[in-house]
């Protein structure tokens, strides 16, 4: 069966997974469904990235009077705020979730992206064409590292994607983010709280920026995975066994994710949708584009899994036509190691020592249980055949991927 899952203030959650809040839609293994994503930053520029837009206007409408989405984050529901509702524990638009029909915890399911489309503007203005955002955010590795004035800064990059061939984005314009002030009278003077519109009265445009650059687009989603069991709202921004915000370009079309459920109906959510991101994310976004994902979810029974490929598996996996990756985190599961707190402290303990040790032995793991290898084999392969790299290092939870091309094992 195929579905279609629609943005709207009933099908989107801001912020946070979870295993509390009411599916936007309940599925059988093997079903197929279309789903439309937002990015958070699309107020970055209302104009290029909502106005006009029927399902966008719906989820970030917000005045003195009206809040579509309240909450944003997984923080605290009831007042006083100082940001607002869920105070920005959390950040990413994701859409769902997805209930599949009979998945228990131990099981694992399969994500299948078979297309990744972006999402084009509405307003007449610029009809047909696509846009993200790109922020030098506060979180980013550069923050308290740069050399030019005004400093600390952080800057707002538009760009346009260019799919008519090869597919490209260029840069339209940037601006330095200034104190904007939310329909609620909240002064934000950094980027503290998804969702908030420019006024781009308040910000100066610089055009001609990045000239002669095409950055190679890389349609992927960000932050996608299943409800974790630890609590019932749990931040969107560190990733963990259960998947979330990865931050992997290659998590697009054609590729196969894998997570353990840790949830009776595993409850599967997508968001953070990107055009374009190198690995380590060094800003502290890619660029941030509103996409529609093609996926179909596969369910892997607990009781099937030994001698396949999901054997024993309790984090995410991703799998190509070309290679499998495992993800290391500085903590592995973040959730059970730092308690109910660490939805706000992991960040102070951001490592990527440590997430090098948790992908190496991920991808030991695999070796040997996946691929029969002995421990001496499997290290020997790893050091003259895997590919290490450094997959985020703003998500509070610092990200390194593993990975080994299957080409390396010959026909299978």
């Known amino acids: 069966m195929h579905h279609l899952l629609r943005v709207s203030p009933q099908t989107v959650h801001w912020g946070y997974f979870s295993k509390a809040v009411a599916p936007a839609l309940t599925v059988?293994?093997?079903?197929?469904?279309?789903?439309?994503?937002?990015?958070?930053?699309?107020?970055?520029?209302?104009?290029?990235m909502v106005a006009g837009d029927p399902g966008a206007e719906s989820v970030f409408a917000w005045t003195c009077e009206h809040k579509a989405v309240p909450r944003r984050g997984a923080g605290p529901t009831t007042g006083p705020f100082t940001y607002g509702e869920g105070e920005g524990v959390g950040v990413h638009l994701l859409?769902?979730?997805?209930?599949?029909?009979?998945?228990?915890p131990g099981d694992v399911l399969e994500v299948?992206?078979?297309?990744?489309?972006?999402?084009?503007?509405?307003?007449?203005?610029?009809?047909?064409?696509?846009?993200?955002?790109?922020a030098a955010a506060s979180w980013g590795?550069?923050?308290r590292d740069l050399i030019e004035e005004p400093k600390p800064r952080e800057v707002i990059t538009i760009f346009e994607l260019d799919t008519t061939a090869e597919p490209t984005a260029r840069a339209v314009y940037n601006y330095v983010w200034t104190p904007q002030t939310d329909p609620d009278g909240v002064v934000h003077p950094t980027i503290d709280y998804p969702g908030v519109k420019v006024d781009p009265a308040t910000v100066r445009r610089r055009e001609d920026i990045?000239?002669?650059?095409?950055?190679?687009?890389?349609?992927h989603f960000g932050t996608m995975g299943l409800a974790p069991a630890e609590a019932d709202f749990v931040s969107s921004i560190p990733p963990s066994y259960s998947g979330g915000n990865i931050d992997d370009w290659r998590v697009g079309k054609g590729a196969r994710m894998y997570y353990p459920v840790a949830v009776a109906g595993a409850y599967f959510s997508v968001g953070d949708p990107h055009a374009a991101q190198g690995d380590s994310e060094l800003g502290g976004t890619a660029i941030e584009c509103s996409l529609t994902g093609e996926f179909e979810l596969v369910l892997h029974k607990k009781a099937d899994l030994p001698g396949t490929l999901l054997e024993g598996l309790d984090h995410p996996l991703l799998e190509t036509d070309e290679l499998w990756s495992v993800y290391g985190f500085t903590h592995a599961n973040y959730l059970a190691a730092l308690g109910p707190e660490g939805q706000t402290t992991v960040?102070?303990?951001?490592s990527l020592d440590p997430a090098m040790r948790d992908a190496f032995r991920k991808l030991r793991r695999f070796l040997m249980t996946v691929h029969k290898l002995g421990e001496d084999?499997?290290?020997?392969?790893?050091?003259?055949?895997?590919?290490?790299?450094?997959?985020?290092?703003?998500?509070g939870n610092w990200g390194v991927h593993g990975s080994i091309r299957k080409s390396v094992f010959g026909p299978r």
Not at 30 to 43: F, Q, Y
Not at 210 to 219: G, S, T
Not at 380 to 390: E, K, N, R, T, W
């Open 28 to 48: 059988r293994s093997g079903d197929r469904v279309t789903i439309e994503t937002l990015t958070h930053h699309a107020n970055d520029d209302h104009e290029r």
């Open 95 to 104: 859409t769902g979730p997805v209930v599949v029909e009979g998945a228990e």
């Open 112 to 134: 299948r992206i078979l297309d990744v489309m972006p999402r084009p503007s509405c307003n007449h203005a610029f009809l047909g064409r696509s846009f993200g955002s790109n």
């Open 141 to 143: 590795f550069q923050y």
């Open 210 to 219: 990045l000239r002669n650059v095409q950055v190679p687009a890389r349609l």
């Open 347 to 350: 960040a102070e303990t951001a």
């Open 377 to 395: 084999e499997a290290i020997a392969l790893m050091s003259v055949a895997a590919d290490f790299g450094v997959t985020q290092v703003v998500d």
